[in-house]
């Protein structure tokens, strides 16, 4: 069967961790906004759970999130994915979230698969769509060394949103656009905010990502090889009585010295916020070899 066909198992990645500053005093490090039900009566986590599980199974969401959290984590998620929640020995960065969650994937798959990174924290009013534009995004993802990013069209020079610049025709996968990325920037200036949206070319990153697992990890190896070499050293002792203390490995890693481009790269990982204009996202898809092309913002 030709590799780019051959069916793989989807799992979903909630990303949970977070200090619980951005809604203080509400919210706290052991109860942060995702464990909170800001809007409606379940909890941000709970509502995230909800929309993936008619799209994944229970027990294919993994939730990566913190010591402190862990437990508030567990009692909120289903039966069959409190097994998968992943604790990170200490807080490191969002790639490292990722990578922990993939290495865990592929361990669970015995072998590749397709994963969607969600941050737990989004509000999003039409589950049912966002399913929609998930399944084709996967789609998208499932050809070997594709990595697609959800997109949404600014309706303003918004300076709190990372964007993403788009580059190239267009194509189409079940009815919505897919465009290659050319670059990542965070956080823009007002100024530079408004020749971004004046452009049309510029999207407001939903910090929502979707690839194979080789894919990631290829990547993570290419530009975070130290990050990649102890994941892989701990991904031997998943299932066994040396994990924990092999896990602990991962929270003395030196944070990586690391050029212009990589820090633009980083930070695609970090959890962007969507509005209710999420019924009109796009999403952007990267091929492996457009990834010298990302540069950083000036």
């Known amino acids: 069967m030709n590799e780019t066909m051959k069916e793989l198992a989807t799992h979903a990645v909630i990303l949970a961790g977070g200090r619980g500053t951005r809604f203080w005093p509400r919210s706290r490090v052991r109860t942060p906004k995702q464990l909170l039900n800001i809007v409606g009566e379940e909890t941000m986590l709970q509502q995230t759970v909800a929309r993936l599980k008619p799209l994944i199974p229970s027990g294919r969401i993994w939730t990566v999130t913190n010591m402190e959290q862990a437990a508030a984590v567990r009692n909120q998620v289903p039966t069959e994915a409190r097994k998968r929640v992943l604790t990170e020995p200490t807080g490191r960065n969002t790639a490292v979230?990722?990578?922990?969650?993939?290495?865990?994937?592929?361990?669970?798959?015995?072998?590749d698969a397709l994963m969607a990174v969600l941050p737990a924290d989004h509000f999003i009013e039409q589950p049912q769509e966002f399913r929609e534009i998930a399944r084709a995004a996967l789609d998208v993802a499932r050809e070997p060394g594709r990595m697609v990013v959800l997109g949404i069209p600014p309706t303003g020079p918004e300076t709190g949103y990372g964007y993403i610049e788009r580059i190239g025709e267009a194509i189409s996968t079940k009815g919505f656009t897919v465009f290659a990325v050319r670059r990542f920037t965070e956080k823009p200036e007002l100024k530079l905010a408004q020749k971004y949206v004046a452009s049309g070319n510029y999207h407001w990153n939903a910090g929502m990502f979707f690839w194979r697992v080789s894919t990631f990890l290829e990547n993570l190896k290419s530009f975070l090889p130290k990050t990649h070499a102890a994941l892989e050293k701990l991904a031997e002792f998943i299932g066994t009585r040396n994990y924990e203390r092999s896990a602990g490995a991962?929270?003395?890693?030196?944070?990586?010295?690391?050029?212009?481009?990589?820090?633009?790269?980083?930070?695609?990982?970090?959890?962007?916020?969507?509005?209710?204009?999420?019924?009109?996202?796009?999403?952007?898809?990267?091929?492996?070899?457009?990834?010298?092309?990302?540069?950083?913002a000036t």
């Open 97 to 111: 979230a990722i990578g922990l969650a993939a290495i865990h994937v592929r361990h669970a798959a015995s072998g």
């Open 250 to 296: 991962i929270s003395v890693l030196g944070r990586p010295s690391i050029n212009c481009w990589q820090r633009k790269a980083a930070k695609m990982f970090w959890p962007g916020k969507v509005t209710r204009s999420m019924q009109k996202v796009i999403f952007c898809g990267a091929r492996q070899n457009s990834w010298p092309r990302l540069a950083c």
